[in-house]
T-cell receptor
């Protein structure tokens, strides 16, 4: 069966510090991968998606970047965090061509 | 702007009652999905309804889709305290390489025991 992992679960970082959030998927090959951010009590904002290794598309201009160094690994990064980067970050995967997405447990990031 | 918007934003009911949540969207779709999110957790897919379907059932869930009104509803029958969660509708939009899923802001459901 397929599983998706995200870590860390929670993170508190000072403004200006770097960020690296990791997401890995098991039990499937060549998935589409997604990074979302969710503000408190709000819906999900798509940040990045990837249809293959090294293929990253950005949805909104921002302080973050994403990379996909391996088929089932998706990394969200920042060189210098801003206060506005605080939020709940969710990674998800789907099979190519299918609509249903499977979400990881999320990382709650607080930037102080 | 968001493709899907849920109504109401929040709903509080007694256990055993039915809960109805609505979703409106703006552009043509191929599918509409409903997801559930427990507090502080990831989303879980509940049901997908295709644009050529009008109604779909899954256990205590009933989803309807009216493409002429660009709206969908999610009905949870005989609600339980464990149904307390946020519920999101999601619609698809084409993007480079395929399509993307756009989520609404969600309805927060609270079921009182």
């Amino acid at each position: 069966s397929q599983t998706i992992h995200q870590w860390p679960a929670t993170l508190v970082q000072p403004v200006g510090s770097p960020l690296s959030l990791e997401c890995t998927v098991e039990g499937t090959s060549n998935p589409n991968l997604y990074w979302y951010r969710q503000a408190a009590g709000r819906g999900l904002q798509l940040l990045f998606y990837s249809v293959g290794i090294g293929q990253i598309s950005s949805e909104v201009p921002q302080n973050l970047s994403a990379s996909r160094p391996q088929d089932r690994q998706f990394i969200l990064s920042s060189k210098k965090l801003l206060l506005s980067d605080s939020g709940f970050y969710l990674c998800a995967w789907s099979l190519a061509g299918l609509y249903e997405q499977f979400f990881g447990p999320g990382t709650r990031l607080t930037v102080l | 702007s968001q493709q899907g918007e849920e109504d109401p934003q929040a709903l509080s009911i007694q256990e055993g009652e039915n809960a109805t949540m609505n979703c409106s969207y703006k552009t043509s779709i191929n599918n509409l999905q409903w997801y559930r999110q427990n507090s502080g957790r990831g989303l879980v897919h509940l049901i997908l309804i295709r644009s050529n379907e009008r109604e779909k059932h899954s256990g205590r869930l009933r989803v309807t889709l009216d493409t002429s009104k660009k709206s969908s509803s999610l009905l949870i029958t005989a609600s339980r305290a464990a149904d307390t969660a946020s519920y999101f509708c999601a619609t698809d939009a084409f993007m480079t390489g395929g399509f993307k899923t756009i989520f609404g802001a969600g309805t927060r459901l609270f079921v009182k025991a």
